[in-house]
């Protein structure tokens, strides 16, 4: 398993159906980088100055959007994850 | 629905009716991106480095004047919003 | 009306007579911005990090001078309005 | 009267005579911005991280040496005036 | 033995078999930079504005993945080694 | 007298005799800048965050070595000085 | 002696024997600058921000290795040395 440090959490990409206008559905080097991923392991958050951990404010298992293009891609096990600071993640899908 | 995370506020952009000084309404790719929207979803507010979470200015169903080109867009549910951070809000309309 | 967030201040700006040395008026596109406002709403001001919020230290009304080029200009009810931070104004003209 | 903001002083600037080592007089073009001010006002200084307000260095009527280039120019009741940050303050002149 | 500073950390980079699509083990100018190492020691961590000292998240023996490029190669004992900040590594591998 | 704010410091700067590998004296303006000076007045010293002054570590008198290029030079009754600010210099000669 | 500010230190250089692959001792403009030192002198510390100094990592007689091209070369008593922020210091060699 990976485990992020910090504020850091793994997420699996998740790939939503493309089509052009014209219903073309397009071959995966003309799309744009996946903006949604579901939460697979959160880190223990970051620390602030008075000594305190601030928890992440996301929680594994939870569907995310974030920043286009942020985050490392990582492959382990054989299967692609990303590794985004929380900062990057925009807002949970409820 | 989308939660937004820290300081973020989810908006729905408003399009003001825009004509130019001869009275001719543009199209689409002339205009200049809009600046006023609609809270939909407001986050928790960001973290001081005393551990105390600072509430977001503004409420849901608040018009806001923002910063041009700040914040990302997002479609979700077939629709498009802009996920705006409280420091790109200059103003709620009252 | 708008209400400015955090340390954003609005104002109208002052337009100050301006002729050349030879004493003939410029047009518009000639001048310089305007350096002198007045202000017409105050932000309930920034907070610091031990939470603590600093008011503003200029109040509706006041005259003051800002930085040339500073701030965000809006039109609001068909007048325009300029909205800037504390950190932008100069002075206040007493 | 001028009231700067914050940690910002109001100045006159102080010419000095200023000759070529052959000693002829140069016109102002060819003359470095002046280094020496006279302070006219001083702001109420700025806020620390902990609300506490730490007073500006210099008093009113006090000489300074400042860097060149800095501040913002201030026309006033057509006589022109510097505003500068207490930061860009070298030295009192004693 | 080499004793990292604040919060460094020293590790052993691990190379994994790496192979193109079709096969071919690349020689060692194509590939990429490691991604993955073990800790070898771990510094005393860095120091906090209300002068407490933070505990680096990593303990020696762990395998961790790090940002490409990140860190200092430093050769001791005629063994190459990496000095990477506690912030350029991304996860643990448990 | 020149009363530096702050965490400044004025130096009169110290010539080290300066020759070539050949023994020759170079003129002024092929030598670099010096890197030595003498101090001849100290600041008050910066404002920590806690409101707490912290005094500048050099004192009057002390021979000190500044990072080249740094400061501003300053001519007072004739005479060339430097300002600098604490963080420019580097070690005290003992 | 050299008595370092802050968080600096004072350091020798310490040339590695460094040969190429194929035997050859290569001349000093040839060589990268070199990467490990022994630490001659110590400064007093960095100031937090709530006034307390903390005490500089590494001492006397440590030997240590630093990132390369860091630091200001500094030529007294016809010996050269480095002086160093400990921020530049990556590890001790024990």
Chains 1, 2, 3, 4, 5, 6, 7 share one sequence.
Do not use: H
Not at 8 to 18: D, K, M, S
Not at 40 to 54: I, K, M, T
């Amino acid at each position: 398993m990976l485990k992020p440090l910090g504020d850091r959490v793994v997420i699996e990409t998740v790939e939503t159906e493309e089509k052009t206008a014209s219903g073309i559905v397009l071959p995966d080097t003309a799309k744009e980088k996946p903006q949604e991923g579901k939460v697979v392991a959160v880190g223990s958050g970051r620390v602030l100055d008075n000594g305190e951990r601030v928890k992440v404010e996301v929680n594994v298992g939870d569907r995310i959007i974030f920043s286009k293009y942020a985050g490392t891609e990582v492959k382990y096990n054989g299967k692609e994850y990303l590794i985004l600071r929380e900062s990057d993640i925009l807002a949970v899908v409820e």
